[in-house]
């Protein structure tokens, strides 16, 4: 893989409903591809889960094409209804983890705000034939009628992808849980929500350890909450967590049994001039990702990624202005509550670039090694294979250029807070609202 300081990106292809209406069930909520890349699976604000998978004939091509098809489609969590707190418990799936692959079958973690559930799914191109107590259709035979025994037969049949439920993991969170995280043992996961994070055994459903709890005994007391939090993806026993302070925590769990204190913490001291108003909304950390090799994270805030370097905790290696053009709108995006939403980010499968959202449906690619960086609209007009990416700029004020848009052009509806990189190829996904992007680089 190379890194992208002069690559250029080209549509693949894009998934999901043309229509302008788009009902709030259908927008994705969350993009994953799992661990060689050859599944990838959304989750939506209606509960459903659809995985996609390569497509051999386009990774064989000359040239290569990055597509996908739908592989399995499955509705994961239905609203629910809290009657002790008087709460709707939402479908939409905030997270979807894949386990490693073990055996024929594929192995995920998907939640919404309250309960996690372990999915298998596996195929079927076999059926039997011949049974000797059940007739074709499934109805018991009478055991009078059994003249003769016969031998079942195994017979090919049409392929089917099943997905079935086999943990549900429930009433361990009091609060929405926000993040998930297998760990590099495969055996044990955390869940986090806006004030512990709990580990979990994949075989044990009913009990849960809780490892970090923030909760002041005065809950007037609170100050800060829990964003994200992620498993260090070689050393089991090492986590980080970030939180709304625009701090990130690093534990390590052989220290101690509950991880109430930090081995690292890394914080940037804020910059005096730049404080505002909106100074503790817009530090607030709303992902943190480790990198591949587990030497560095990203933290996405509102308006930057940073790259930090896990042996130093005093500021970050790397500083990646996403949309700074918007410092000067913090107030009306305030006022329409954009200022919270929470973008996601993402490593390129060799550590060498970032990716991440921003609104107008574009998103942002960092090369590291040449310090480039990309703007890239995610659209219907450029849904043609091969159409190659052109670059977006944003201008904030005098004249404007002519492939220029200007910052009060922008449209805060469509916003890309959901992206995902191929773990070892240039093969990108980029939820936009209601429809799934797939875009590579132009081998």
């Known amino acids: 893989m190379v890194g992208n300081g002069d690559m250029q990106w080209c549509f693949s292809q894009v998934k999901g409903t043309l229509e302008d209406d788009v009902t709030e069930a259908d927008i994705i909520s969350c993009v994953e591809f799992n661990h060689?890349?050859?599944?990838?699976?959304?989750?939506?604000?209606?509960?459903?889960?659809?995985?996609?998978?390569?497509?051999?004939?386009?990774?064989?091509?000359?040239?290569?094409?990055?597509e996908y098809n739908v592989y399995s489609t499955f509705q994961s969590h239905e609203p629910e209804f809290d009657y002790l707190k008087s709460l709707e418990i939402e479908e939409k799936i905030n997270k979807i983890r894949w386990l490693k692959r073990k055996n024929p079958a594929h192995f995920l973690l998907s939640t919404n705000d309250k309960t996690i559930k372990l999915w298998k799914v596996s195929e079927r191109d076999k059926k039997v034939e011949g049974y000797n107590t059940k007739e074709e259709n499934g109805a018991i035979r009478d055991p009078a009628c059994i003249t003769s025994l016969r031998v079942p037969t195994i017979k090919p049949?049409?392929?089917?992808?099943?997905?079935?439920?086999?943990?549900?993991?429930?009433?361990?969170?009091?609060y929405h849980i926000n993040s998930i995280s297998v760990n590099s043992d495969q055996e044990t996961y955390l869940s986090a929500d806006d004030l512990r994070i709990n580990l979990w055994h994949l075989e044990i459903t009913d009990q849960s350890f809780?490892?970090?709890?923030?909760?002041?005994?005065?809950?007037?007391?609170?100050?800060?909450?829990?964003?994200?939090?992620?498993?260090?993806?070689?050393?089991?026993?090492?986590?980080?967590?970030?939180?709304?302070?625009?701090?990130?925590?690093?534990?390590?769990?052989?220290?101690?049994?509950?991880?109430?204190?930090?081995?690292?913490?890394?914080?940037?001291?804020?910059?005096?001039?730049?404080?505002?108003f909106f100074s503790e909304i817009i530090s607030s950390i709303s992902d943190v990702k480790l990198s591949n090799s587990g030497r560095y994270m990203i933290s996405r805030d509102y308006l930057s990624v940073k790259v930090w370097d896990l042996q130093m905790e005093t500021k970050p290696i790397e500083?990646?202005?996403?949309?700074?053009?918007?410092?000067?709108k913090l107030c009306s995006l305030y006022e329409n509550d954009c200022i919270?939403?929470?973008?996601?980010?993402?490593?390129?499968?060799?550590?060498?670039?970032?990716?991440?959202?921003?609104?107008?449906?574009?998103?942002?690619?960092?090369?590291?090694?040449?310090?480039?960086?990309?703007?890239?609209?995610?659209?219907?007009?450029?849904?043609?294979?091969?159409?190659?990416?052109?670059?977006?700029?944003?201008?904030?004020?005098?004249?404007?250029?002519?492939?220029?848009?200007?910052v009060d052009c922008l449209d805060f509806n469509k916003k890309i807070l959901h992206t995902a990189w191929h773990p070892s190829e240039n093969v990108v996904a980029v939820a936009a609202t209601n429809n799934l992007f797939l875009f590579q680089d132009k081998l």
Not at 157 to 174: D, Y
Not at 214 to 233: C, D, G, R, S
Not at 319 to 328: F, G, K
Not at 341 to 368: H, L, P, Q
């Open 36 to 66: 060689d890349g050859d599944l990838l699976a959304t989750g939506d604000k209606g509960g459903r889960v659809v995985i996609f998978q390569g497509d051999p004939n386009s990774k064989n091509s000359i040239p290569r094409r990055g």
């Open 157 to 174: 049949m049409e392929l089917m992808v099943e997905a079935s439920p086999r943990r549900i993991f429930a009433n361990a969170h009091t």
């Open 210 to 276: 809780n490892i970090v709890d923030i909760k002041p005994t005065n809950m007037e007391e609170l100050t800060e909450v829990i964003t994200a939090a992620e498993f260090h993806p070689a050393e089991c026993n090492v986590l980080v967590y970030s939180s709304s302070k625009g701090t990130i925590r690093l534990c390590d769990m052989r220290s101690a049994a509950l991880c109430d204190q930090h081995s690292k913490l890394f914080e940037e001291p804020e910059d005096p001039t730049n404080r505002s």
């Open 319 to 328: 500083c990646y202005p996403v949309h700074e053009y918007l410092r000067s």
């Open 340 to 406: 919270f939403d929470k973008f996601e980010c993402c490593w390129s499968g060799n550590d060498s670039a970032i990716m991440t959202g921003s609104y107008n449906n574009f998103f942002r690619v960092f090369d590291r090694t040449t310090k480039r960086d990309l703007t890239l609209e995610a659209a219907r007009d450029i849904a043609k294979p091969k159409t190659l990416l052109k670059p977006r700029k944003v201008c904030t004020g005098g004249k404007r250029k002519k492939d220029e848009i200007s």
